[in-house]
T-cell receptor, first 117, second 112 residues
Framework: DAGVIQSPRHEVTEMGQEVTLRCKPI?????LFWYRQTMMRGLELLIYFNNNVPIDDSGMPEDRFSAKMPNASFSTLKIQPSEPRDSAVYFC???????????????FGPGTRLTVT | AQSVTQPDIHITVSEGASLELRCNYS??????LFWYVQSPGQGLQLLLKYFSGDTLVQGIKGFEAEFKRSQSSFNLRKPSVHWSDAAEYFCALFDSWGKLQFGAGTQVVVTP
């Protein structure tokens, strides 16, 4: 398997523009996570899905952020409108549920570095 | 409260020397604990995990970690570091809401 695939790897946009980040999880994984990493706040979980259904979106900063998972092999994270404070590295990760009933063994994509000017 | 603390923000170690990274957790039951590594410009990669049983856990890249319930710790060790071990290391706890809680990370610098 190619691992978790994210696109684009880098995105530079102007404030107010819509940004869409894409993720393809590892085939067979039933959990998908979106994280944001900044120097100030570290690694933050934004939202996660189980079997394509959003389970916890309490980490989504505000209504400007939305995420979808239309099928098991694709997810998007959209920011509309974008603001300079959204500049960060956004990671997608996927996982499976272990026999212990947890999904902590997560496989991370390479990330999308977003810069909003 | 469920949380993970990594007391050391930054550690410098000489190549060939031993390395120990500290991790303390707060959790009411037996925790599921993980160590991840992030190389520059990369995503996180799982080094090892602890669920139950043997308290000394072996991972990839020559790393091991020891779970000590009495000290609420899960420290990561490597006997002899290589220059390629320079990275940021994250300890994480799988919490009761089904999410990984990450520590703030420890940046490891390896000197010649």
């Amino acid at each position: 398997d190619a691992g978790v695939i994210q696109s684009p790897r880098h995105e530079v946009t102007e404030m107010g523009q819509e940004v869409t980040l894409r993720c393809k999880p590892i085939s067979g994984h039933d959990y998908l996570f979106w994280y944001r990493q900044t120097m100030m706040r570290g690694l933050e979980l934004l939202i996660y899905f189980n079997n394509n259904v959003p389970i916890d979106d309490s980490g989504m900063p505000e209504d400007r952020f939305s995420a979808k998972m239309p099928n098991a092999s694709f997810s998007t994270l959209k920011i509309q409108p974008s603001e300079p404070r959204d500049s960060a590295v956004y990671f997608c990760a996927s996982s499976f549920e272990s026999l212990a009933g947890e999904s902590g063994e997560q496989y991370f994509g390479p990330g999308t570095r977003l810069t909003v000017t | 409260a469920q949380s993970v603390t990594q007391p050391d923000i930054h550690i410098t170690v000489s190549e060939g020397a031993s390395l120990e990274l500290r991790c303390n957790y707060s959790y009411g039951a037996t925790p599921y604990l993980f160590w991840y590594v992030q190389s520059p410009g990369q995503g996180l990669q799982l080094l090892l995990k602890y669920f139950s049983g043997d308290t000394l856990v072996q991972g990839i890249k020559g790393f091991e970690a020891e779970f000590k319930r009495s000290q609420s710790s899960f420290n990561l060790r490597k006997p002899s570091v290589h220059w390629s071990d320079a990275a940021e290391y994250f300890c994480a706890l799988f919490d009761s809401w089904g999410k990984l809680q990450f520590g703030a990370g420890t940046q490891v610098v390896v000197t010649p």
